[in-house]
């Protein structure tokens, strides 16, 4: 399995960013999908999720309505939208995937796959 993110940047605060990530080498259909972000000197933690047919979405408190999920299965993709970025928002966000029946679980240990870190870093 393969997760393969990009999207990431160095932005002013306010403005935008989109990542994206591709899955392969497993049944993207059959998995829930979530962003997580790490910032240094702080646990992994949950930003978003999404199940498998995009239906039901979930956010992190922090989000406060500035970040969308979305997925497109005939593309194998999940994407976050960022909108109204804050220089809090700095950090590495990474893509998962989880088989399990998905609540918005915000447990990094619940989640099979991971991608590549997207690096993604917001100024004053």
């Known amino acids: 399995a393969l997760l393969v993110g990009s999207g990431g940047g160095s932005v002013q605060a306010g403005d935008s960013l989109r990542l994206s990530c591709v899955a392969s080498?497993?049944?993207?259909?059959?998995?829930?999908m979530a962003w997580f972000r790490e910032i240094p000197g702080r646990e992994r933690e949950f930003v978003s999720g999404?199940?498998?047919?995009?239906?039901?979405?979930y956010y992190a408190d922090f989000v406060q309505d500035r970040f969308i999920i979305s997925r497109d299965n005939a593309k194998n993709t999940v994407s976050l939208q960022m909108n109204s970025l804050k220089p809090e928002d700095t950090a590495r966000y990474y893509c998962a995937a989880t088989e399990s029946g998905y609540r918005g679980d915000k447990r990094p240990q619940m989640y099979e796959y991971w991608g590549n870190g997207i690096q993604v870093s917001v100024s004053s």
């Open positions: 999404i199940n498998w047919a995009g239906g039901n979405t």
């Open positions: 080498g497993f049944t993207f259909t059959d998995y829930a």
